[in-house]
């Protein structure tokens, strides 16, 4: 068994960042399930406007708000404006392709992104406006 990637939700803005929330990542709903991720579900957050990486749990957030907000400690490590790639993580005993959704302003879906276009998405830069 190994873990591998099963969900990616790339070049989504922070929206909110709230310190004195208990804890995790909030996603809109919408989000959530285009990358198939769950509610409760473990995720890795990294800021690509810093480099900042976190391990935290997502929080189910309205659907179709867009919103994407770190709560809690994340949010004294990723700021609101940062862009951030959101990653999920399964234990298979086989190969798994990742549902992998490229986000545009105000964290709007874009399109799925395919293995064979891993490293060549530029469409949107990171300094995202909100």
């Known amino acids: 068994m190994k873990w591998a990637l099963s969900s990616k939700i790339q070049k989504a803005t ?3 960042a709230d310190p004195e929330y208990v804890g995790s990542i909030t996603v809109d709903e919408d989000l959530m399930d285009r990358a198939g991720l769950w509610a409760g ?3 890795m957050v990294v800021s690509s406007t810093t480099g900042a990486r976190l391990e935290t749990y997502v929080i189910t957030g309205e659907r179709g ?3 994407i907000c770190l709560n809690g400690p994340a949010a004294l490590l990723i700021k609101q404006g940062e862009i951030v790639t959101i990653m999920g993580f399964t234990l298979s ?3 798994i392709i990742a549902k992998n959704v490229l986000l545009g302003r105000n964290n709007r879906f874009v399109r799925f992104i395919h293995e064979k276009e891993r490293g060549k998405v ?3 830069p990171v300094a995202n406006p909100v």
Do not use: A, L
Request: charged fraction near 55%; aromatic fraction near 6%.
């Open 122 to 124: 530029d469409e949107f």
């Open 93 to 95: 005993d086989r190969p």
């Open 14 to 16: 922070v929206m909110r």
């Open 65 to 67: 708000g867009g919103d």
């Open 41 to 43: 579900e473990r995720v």
